[in-house]
């Protein structure tokens, strides 16, 4: 159970969340949508700890996550895995070195300083590329792949980690609509399959619709919608992103869902 009472996160005189407060009784996908500046990447940055709230509760299984520190921390940061929209990979280490330091936080300072893995972590790793659909590139240096397999690559880093919670920040904010469909469906796969509960931060209303059971929507910090897909209706859209540009483009986007006829394609 995570249970959000009243998060806050102010800047100064400015307010970047605003009374955040939202309940989860089961492990979901949730889609959190709205304008850039809206608060969402300050909402996840919060829930992995990565920025320091300013007031409010955190609470997973009753524990306030905002007030853990030392082992506390380190264990909450291991089972709330954070996905990047610049994936956050180390470019000239091969893949499967990068899918393996998601096991840094359980894992000696010894063999951390060593760059030592057990076999067991290989193991592993490969399994997860396996099941992302790109363990053939597990010797290639992560720079020499394309965006789509980097942030795949990045979401098998996250699964080495065991996570009770995946947050992704955008992952498919800089990806054509061919990978962000291979993104998606992987973060979807993920929640179904392993039954984690996946946080992802969405610019467009389509993808929102497509892939989440729950979505929320920002606007200057705040919650103005937090229902199903089905109930994110273009009069619930409006009070999310306005009636500007913004709105148009992300009622407008292109679905991800054309593009499926490709993926085996764009796979190999």
């Known amino acids: 159970m995570m249970q959000f009472n009243g998060l806050e996160k102010r800047f100064g005189n400015s307010v970047a969340v605003r009374g955040f407060s939202a309940r989860f009784d089961r492990p979901q996908m ?12 300050t909402l996840l940055r919060m829930v992995n700890r990565l920025t320091d709230a300013s007031g409010g509760q955190l609470l997973v299984d009753g ?47 010894l063999a951390t300083m060593f760059n ?27 720079e020499a792949l394309s965006g789509g ?4 690559v990045a979401i098998a880093r996250a ?30 796969e993920i929640h179904e ?20 059971d729950r979505v929320i929507g920002m606007r200057a910090g705040e919650i103005v919608f937090d229902g199903t897909a089905a109930e994110l209706t273009p009069a619930a859209a409006r009070d999310i992103y306005g009636a500007g540009d913004e ?7 292109t679905s991800l869902r054309p593009v ?3 993926v085996a394609a764009a796979a190999t």
């Open 63 to 109: 524990a306030d996550v905002l007030s853990l520190r030392g082992a506390a921390l380190r264990r909450w940061r291991r089972d709330c895995a954070m996905i990047f929209q610049q994936f956050n990979l180390v470019p000239r280490l091969d893949v499967i070195t990068n899918v393996m330091l998601g096991r840094l936080n359980g894992r000696s300072t």
């Open 247 to 253: 709105f148009n483009e992300a009622a407008t986007s």
């Open 193 to 212: 399959r392993d039954r984690r509960m996946v946080i992802c931060n969405l610019h467009t209303l389509d993808t929102a619709r497509e892939y989440c």
């Open 159 to 188: 699964l080495m980690q065991d996570p009770k919670v995946i947050l992704a920040d955008e992952p498919i904010a800089s990806l054509d609509p061919l990978n962000a469909k291979l993104v998606m469906d992987a973060l979807r």
């Open 260 to 262: 499926a006829p490709l």
């Open 149 to 152: 397999q980097q942030q795949r």
């Open 30 to 41: 949730v889609g959190v949508i709205g304008r850039s500046g809206a608060g969402k990447s």
């Open 116 to 142: 030592v893995f057990p076999p067991q972590d290989v193991t592993d790793g490969l399994a997860a590329l396996d099941r992302l659909g790109i363990v053939e590139q597990a010797a290639k240096r992560a």
